[in-house]
């Protein structure tokens, strides 16, 4: 799961235009090859799961679960959100790091 300092640098993803938010963008973005990471709520719909998860995990896009969608959606400014698509690479990478040191 991605850690509260990570969320943070979400928010500086966003300001910057490097992300994307919402189960529409995230699935159009990644069938365009745009996407480098996919935050994925840990509430999320089984729908979501299927249309944006599936996509990730058949593309080879690593999948990170993130907070309830309400926490995700605050942090960034909004209301719930499901799932965000991170495009930078440099981003992306600060991120999997993390959540693998987490993880060991």
């Known amino acids: 799961m ?3 300092e990570r969320l943070g640098l979400l928010g500086l993803g966003l300001r910057a235009g490097h992300l994307v938010v919402g189960t529409g963008g995230v699935r159009d973005a990644l069938r365009r090859g745009e996407i480098e990471l996919v935050v994925i709520a840990g509430d999320r719909s089984e729908r979501t799961d299927e249309k944006v ?3 990730a995990r058949a593309r080879g896009i690593p999948l990170i679960e993130g ?3 309400s926490e995700l959606g605050r942090r960034l400014g909004r209301d719930a959100v499901q ?3 991170v495009r930078d690479p440099s981003l992306a990478a600060g991120i999997r790091g993390e959540t693998e040191a987490q993880d060991h």
């Open 2 to 4: 991605i850690s509260v």
């Open 53 to 55: 998860g599936r996509l």
């Open 67 to 69: 907070p309830p969608a």
């Open 83 to 85: 799932v965000v698509g």
